[in-house]
């Protein structure tokens, strides 16, 4: 990596063989293990601990693999203090197991070492077709192969892997880490296909043209949301998401520093206060910035972030600002560039001045596969409407969908767990239709 690229890189080097095997040996290997209720795919934390604590490296991985397609990217970016860490019980004393640093120390030693490789069955018992590559589509995928499905992904940029690949900082998820996890999922037999975008290259009639038995679409949240207001179109106002996004690519020294939008020396402003906003005010300070300000409406306590990624951000220098609401864009003398923003704040309203504004408010789901077939509902935002019986169904029969297209983005690991009931419920449908064709 050049010099100009060493502020993206992973800050946490993991644990050594050593450090790995001391942490698990704190395990206390409870009766019941209140670190897999607080996990969303329930993984089996004590069990490929105590494998660790051995250094049985081969058995812990098979244990993670039978619940998680991710323990590279889940070690790394899950919000465990919520999650297992912070349902140890050696958390009342304040010094939980890292757990996501032991997943992350097991699933590195396996990729690294090349250890262990699933037995890959045969693909008879039916044909799926993904829509998209993040964490719900990569999920479902290497649940359906492992147990028999013939299964195809079907990704609208250059390169898979969603928001893992584009939207998550490199110094918190390296790219090699995100590719060496689809390799695993490739290994498997998964088909990828790249650079086909919905409505353009495809559509769900087609798929289903070229027989397959279920589609799951799990293409995630694309369009980001604005703020409807005075001055919104102003210059300098861009979208975390597309931020990140590009300085992403630069980072990786796939795109000139001139292609992200972001000047040295700016003075900053991140409007939200989740870990989107988080990242953006990271990544911004790398870049260069003068000055970096979150400006929340909610209060400290009603934060979305996660509290490490907030410490993290603070300790790289961002300011915040709470419980203050923007109320327009303010426009330089030709009304063209951003150059500040009117704003109700706990001390009145007040003019800010800010060079650069990310916005980082959330985001819904495009309509492009919607908009391009017939009977897949959607509610009054725009999230794709599902049953519980099979999980996930949408109301067009054979096509599934789950993720942050039919709930509000979650979590890495929350769309894996919704994504593996949608997996059983595609392997449900698949094998009742079948059983009625012969």
């Not at 790398?286 to 979305?304: C, D, H, L, W, Y």
Request: hydrophobic content about 35%; proline content about 4%.
């Amino acid at each position: 990596m050049s010099a100009k690229h060493n502020k993206f890189k992973e800050e946490d080097a993991g644990y050594s063989m050593k450090e790995a095997i001391n942490e698990a040996k704190r395990c206390l290997n409870c009766r019941k293990p209140s670190c897999i209720q607080g996990c969303p795919i329930a993984n089996d934390i004590p069990d490929f601990i105590h494998q660790l604590s051995m250094g049985n490296m081969g058995a812990a991985m098979t244990i993670i693999n039978e619940k998680s397609n991710l323990p590279a990217v889940c070690g790394r970016v899950c919000p465990h203090e919520k999650q297992c860490e912070g349902n140890c019980i050696l958390q009342k004393k304040g010094k939980p197991i890292h757990i996501g640093r032991l997943e992350r120390f097991i699933a590195d030693f396996d990729t690294n070492m090349d250890l262990i490789r699933d037995k890959i069955p045969q693909k008879t018992r039916g044909k799926v077709a993904i829509i998209g590559s993040g964490p719900a589509g990569l999920t479902v995928a290497g649940d359906l192969a492992r147990i028999g499905f013939n299964v195809s992904i079907i990704e609208r940029q250059e390169e898979p892997g969603g928001v893992l690949m584009y939207g998550i900082p490199e110094y918190r998820l390296p790219k090699k880490v995100v590719r060496k996890e689809i390799e695993k999922i490739e290994n498997l037999g998964v088909t990828f296909l790249t650079n086909r975008s919905v409505g353009e290259d495809f559509t769900i009639d087609t798929i289903f043209g070229q027989e397959y038995d279920a589609i799951f679409i799990g293409s995630g949240t694309a369009m980001p949301k604005t703020l409807d207001m005075p001055g919104n179109n102003l210059k300098g106002i861009v979208q975390s998401s597309y931020f990140l996004r590009m300085a992403s690519l630069y980072s990786t020294g796939s795109v000139e520093k001139d292609e992200v939008p972001f000047r040295e020396g700016e003075n900053v402003a991140i409007i939200g206060c989740g870990n989107v906003a988080m990242d953006a005010a990271r990544t911004a300070i790398r870049m260069g910035a003068k000055k970096v300000t979150v400006i929340s409406n909610e209060t400290f306590e009603q934060m979305p972030a996660i509290k490490f990624e907030y410490e993290s951000a603070l300790k790289e220098g961002a300011e915040f600002i709470w419980e203050t609401n923007t109320k327009e864009f303010l426009g330089d003398e030709d009304n063209e560039y951003i150059m500040g923003i009117k704003a109700d704040t706990l001390e009145g309203e007040k003019i800010l001045h800010f060079d650069r504004i990310y916005l980082a408010i959330g985001s819904r789901p495009a309509n492009r596969i919607v908009s391009t077939t017939k009977g897949i509902d959607v509610d009054d935002t725009g999230y794709v409407i599902t049953r519980e019986k099979p999980y996930g169904m949408t109301t067009r029969k054979g096509v599934f969908a789950g993720g942050d297209v039919v709930h509000k983005p979650q979590t890495v690991v929350l769309a894996m767990k919704d994504a593996k009931l949608v997996a059983a419920g595609i392997a449900q449908y698949v094998d009742a239709v079948k059983l009625l064709q012969d």
